[in-house]
Each structure stands twice: as structure tokens, then as C-alpha cells.
């Protein structure tokens, strides 16, 4: 399980009852998960702590435990200001 991605930590943006703004029957109930298996994805973009874009399964990895899966592990893309760039 990545660290910290339990129920308290996780950011929710809509009020408990609210309606989807996409689909007013879609639920926006969250059940949180028992973290037992670890899979391998790829994806485009993280916001946070959460996938922006669809993430694609790559395997099942058989070889790891949830507790040794981390955030840390994750690549960190190069950031930069661009006010910095431009003015220079």
C-alpha cells in the first residue's frame, strides 16, 4: 500500500451526499480497499497523490508486498519556475 494513502489522507473535493456534476446518477461513495495484491502501471501524469490521466496495467508483481510500495519510489519529474525561464 503506498504510505499514507489510507482514508485520512486521501483529498475529497465534494460534500458527503453531493451529485456528480457529470452524471447525477453516477454514487460518489469511496470504500477504501484491502491492500493484498500489487500490480505494475504506467501513467502519464500524477496530481498529488492520485493518477491524473488513465493508468495501464502492466503485470501482476508477485515478487512485491503492498507494505513496500511507496511514493518515494516514483520518478519526480524535473520542475522549474517558468517566470525564471522566460526572464532569463
Not at 489510507?6 to 451529485?19: D, K, N, Q, T, W
Not at 446518477?25 to 502519464?44: C, H, M, N, Q, W
Not at 488513465?54 to 503485470?59: E, Y
Given at each position: 500500500?503506498?504510505?499514507?494513502?489510507?482514508?485520512?489522507?486521501?483529498?475529497?473535493?465534494?460534500?458527503?451526499g453531493?451529485?456528480?456534476?457529470?452524471?447525477?446518477?453516477?454514487?460518489?461513495s469511496?470504500?477504501?480497499?484491502?491492500?493484498?495484491?500489487?500490480?505494475?502501471?504506467?501513467?502519464?501524469?500524477?496530481?498529488?497523490?492520485?493518477?491524473?490521466?488513465?493508468?495501464?496495467?502492466?503485470?501482476?508483481?508477485?515478487?512485491?508486498?503492498?507494505?513496500?510500495?511507496?511514493?518515494?519510489?516514483?520518478?519526480?519529474?524535473?520542475?522549474?519556475?517558468?517566470d525564471?525561464?522566460?526572464?532569463?
Amino acid at each position: 500500500m503506498f504510505e499514507g494513502a489510507g482514508p485520512p489522507s486521501l483529498e475529497r473535493r465534494v460534500a458527503p451526499g453531493a451529485i456528480s456534476r457529470w452524471s447525477a446518477t453516477k454514487g460518489l461513495s469511496f470504500v477504501p480497499l484491502r491492500p493484498e495484491l500489487v500490480v505494475e502501471v504506467a501513467y502519464d501524469h500524477m496530481e498529488g497523490r492520485r493518477f491524473r490521466h488513465t493508468a495501464q496495467f502492466r503485470r501482476q508483481r508477485d515478487d512485491r508486498t503492498p507494505e513496500s510500495c511507496t511514493y518515494e519510489q516514483l520518478e519526480q519529474p524535473v520542475s522549474y519556475d517558468l517566470d525564471d525561464i522566460l526572464a532569463g
